[in-house]
């Protein structure tokens, strides 16, 4: 690989590093208001795919996410 190959991979990781960042930033915040983002997912899934047009992979990712909250003992971000 040659040394601008490198560059451009190293800039665009550097870039979504940062994008990553400001999401988990962003959710955080919302956690801190007493947003609940998974609440919906646990017990709404139906109307959360049709609402938000979410294939089936996407609902799975969900049910997984909300799976490993419950087993990780994370539940307070899933229920009041």
Do not use: C, W
């Not at 040394?3 to 959710?27: D, K, T, W």
């Amino acid at each position: 690989m040659r040394a601008s190959q490198v560059s451009h991979i190293i800039r665009a990781q550097v870039e979504e590093y940062g994008y990553s960042a400001q999401n988990m930033l962003h959710h955080f915040k919302g956690i801190l208001k007493g947003y609940l983002p998974f609440v919906v997912a646990d017990k709404k899934m139906e109307e959360l795919k049709t609402r938000e047009n979410l294939d089936d992979g996407a609902v799975d990712y969900l049910r997984k996410a909300v799976q490993y909250l419950k087993d990780t003992g994370a539940k307070r971000l899933i229920y009041n």
